[in-house]
């Protein structure tokens, strides 16, 4: 009780505190994805590829797992208009995700719910641009991102 007392009164702590609740920059979350995104569609994470180190080839669920929770956050930002691109990206991704990845279920592995990704960016969307603004953007992404029944 006394650490958590201490913890409220330390500036510093409060500061730290207020930094990790806001938003990340979305113009970097944008860069992250589309590097991500680009080394994974040309097949680096699959084959010995250099310009992705081996480490990084086994532990692609963790990065896919953070850029797509770190694109998700930034939808929260005050501009969320750059937030937008990064979480379309994260979506056209897990939507062809089984070739490129080492496993049996791409999105399982790096706990992904396209459902609610898809959900939050189109809530977004529908919140900032409008009716006439999400009818205009949503309906190209359904029939993209729309797969047949397996």
């Keep these: 009780m006394r650490e958590r007392i201490e913890g409220e009164l330390d500036p510093r702590e409060r500061k730290r505190r207020n930094k990790a609740a806001a938003p990340p920059?979305?113009?970097l979350v944008?860069?992250?994805v589309w590097d991500f995104v680009?080394?994974?569609e040309s097949g680096a994470n699959i084959a010995g590829d250099r310009r992705m180190s081996r480490?990084?080839?086994t532990k692609w669920r963790v990065t896919f797992r953070r850029l797509a929770t770190e694109a998700q956050l930034a939808l929260h930002a005050t501009d969320?208009?750059?937030a937008e691109e990064p979480m379309e990206l994260m979506i056209?991704?897990?939507c062809h995700a089984d070739g490129c990845f080492r496993s049996d279920d791409p999105l399982e592995a790096a706990k992904f719910v396209l459902s609610q990704a898809v959900s939050a960016w189109w809530d977004t969307v529908l919140d900032v641009g409008g009716a006439?603004?999400?009818t205009?953007?949503?309906v190209p992404q359904l029939m993209r991102w729309e797969r047949e029944y397996e």
């Design 80 to 82: 969320s208009g750059p």
């Design 132 to 134: 006439a603004e999400f």
């Design 38 to 40: 680009e080394l994974t």
């Design 55 to 57: 480490t990084e080839r």
């Design 25 to 27: 920059d979305p113009d």
């Design 136 to 138: 205009a953007r949503a």
């Design 30 to 32: 944008l860069m992250e």
């Design 92 to 94: 056209d991704l897990a």
